[in-house]
C-alpha cells in the first residue's frame, strides 16, 4: 500500500512542474505579445489640440493598447510649420508603423500623402475630410483612412450670440486663409447668419502675426466676433480678446478653451471627447476594423461654457439661462 507520505510528496512534484509550465507559458505569451507602434503627428501646440490628444491616448487605452506594454508611440508637433508636417509624415512613412493619427487637417492632409494608401491614417477631430481631400464619403471613407469628425453646432452658437447681444446686427468673423477647416467653419457660419439677418463681414489672417493689424481693423467695424474652430486663431486668441476689450466688443468662439483663453461664451464640442473617440477607432482598426467601410464618427453636440469674467470686462450681464446651463452641464470660467 503507497503511503500518505509518497502520494503527498508526488501531488506536490506534479503541482511545481505544472507551475514552472505555466510560468513558462505566460511568459512566453508576453515575448511574442506585438508591440504596434503608431505615429501621432500634430499641427501645433495649443490647447484644444492638447486635449484631442490627450483624448486619443484614452480612446486607445480603452480598447487594451497602453504606451509601454503593447504600444510604442512616436509623437511630433510641427508647431505649425507646413515643412515640419511633410519630413515628419514622410518619418513615419520610412519607418513603417503600423497607424499614423492625424490631429488638426494640415497634419491629416500631410500623413495621408505619405501614406499612399497603405499604412491606416486615423483622423482626430478633422473638420469637413471629404471637402479636404481626405475621405471619398462621410458613410464609407475608402481606402486607408477613417476618424473623426467634430463640426462645430454653428447655429446654436448663433442662437447664443443673439441671446447675450440682442441689440447685435454686425458681426465680424475672422479666419486662417490656410486652415481648411477654419475656412470652412468661417464661410459656413457667414452664409447661416446672413440668413439670420446680420450683416457679415469676413477677415483673414496668414499667420498669428496678422492678428493685432485685423482685430483693430474688424472690431472699430462690428459689434460682436465669432472666432471659428481654426488653428491660427485658436493660436492668436489672446491677441485678439486684448484688441476687442479695447472697444468693448465681445468674442465668441467655437471651442470652450477659446472661452478659457478670454471669450465670452460659447456652445461647444468637447475635444477630448473628440480625440477619446478617435482612440477608440484606432484600436479598433489595429484589431481588424477596416478603415475603408469604418464610418466617420461625428461628435456636434455643444456644452455650455462662459466666462464670467470677461463678462464683467465687457459690462455685459449674461442671460441666467445661459449660467444655469454652463453650471449645470458645461464649464464656467472665471
Not at 108 to 130: E, F, M, R, S
Request: proline content about 3%; charged content about 15%; aromatic content about 6%.
Amino acid at each position: 500500500m503507497i503511503s500518505f507520505t509518497v502520494l503527498l510528496a508526488a501531488f506536490l512534484l506534479f503541482a511545481f512542474f505544472n507551475t514552472g509550465k505555466t510560468t513558462q507559458s505566460s511568459q512566453a505569451d508576453s515575448k511574442t505579445q506585438k508591440i504596434y507602434k503608431i505615429g501621432i503627428l500634430q499641427l501645433m501646440t495649443h490647447p484644444a489640440l492638447d486635449q484631442i490628444h490627450a483624448g486619443v491616448l484614452a480612446g486607445l487605452k480603452q480598447e487594451g493598447f497602453v504606451s509601454g506594454r503593447n504600444l510604442k508611440i512616436d509623437y511630433e508637433n510641427a508647431q505649425g510649420d507646413q515643412s515640419n508636417l511633410q519630413t515628419m509624415s514622410s518619418k513615419f512613412a520610412n519607418e513603417k508603423d503600423d497607424m499614423t493619427i492625424g490631429i488638426a487637417t494640415p497634419a491629416a492632409q500631410a500623413l495621408a500623402k505619405a501614406a499612399n494608401g497603405q499604412t491606416p491614417v486615423i483622423l482626430a477631430g478633422i473638420t469637413d475630410p471629404v471637402g479636404g481631400g481626405l475621405i471619398k464619403s462621410n458613410a464609407r471613407p475608402g481606402a486607408n483612412i477613417t476618424g473623426t469628425s467634430g463640426e462645430s453646432p454653428l447655429k446654436s452658437q448663433l442662437d447664443l450670440i443673439k441671446q447675450i447681444l440682442p441689440k447685435a446686427k454686425t458681426l465680424g468673423i475672422v479666419y486662417t486663409t490656410s486652415d481648411h477647416g477654419g475656412s470652412y467653419n468661417a464661410k459656413k457660419m457667414a452664409a447661416i447668419a446672413k440668413a439670420a439677418g446680420y450683416q457679415v463681414k469676413l477677415y483673414t489672417i496668414s499667420t498669428t502675426n496678422d492678428m493685432q493689424t485685423i482685430a483693430e481693423k474688424m472690431v472699430s467695424q462690428v459689434q460682436a466676433v465669432y472666432a471659428p474652430q481654426d488653428n491660427g486663431v485658436a493660436s492668436a486668441m489672446k491677441t485678439l480678446v486684448n484688441v476687442a476689450n479695447q472697444s468693448k466688443v465681445a468674442v465668441f468662439p467655437a471651442v470652450d478653451t477659446m472661452v478659457q483663453a478670454g471669450g465670452l461664451a460659447t456652445l461647444s464640442v468637447n475635444q477630448f471627447t473628440l480625440g477619446k473617440e478617435s482612440g477608440i477607432i484606432a484600436g479598433r482598426v489595429l484589431k481588424g476594423e477596416k478603415t475603408s467601410t469604418y464610418p466617420l464618427t461625428f461628435v456636434t453636440r455643444g456644452q455650455m461654457a462662459i466666462n464670467t469674467s470677461e463678462a464683467k470686462i465687457l459690462g455685459i450681464t449674461l442671460p441666467n439661462s445661459v449660467v444655469k446651463q454652463a453650471q449645470t452641464k458645461g464649464e464656467i470660467y472665471k
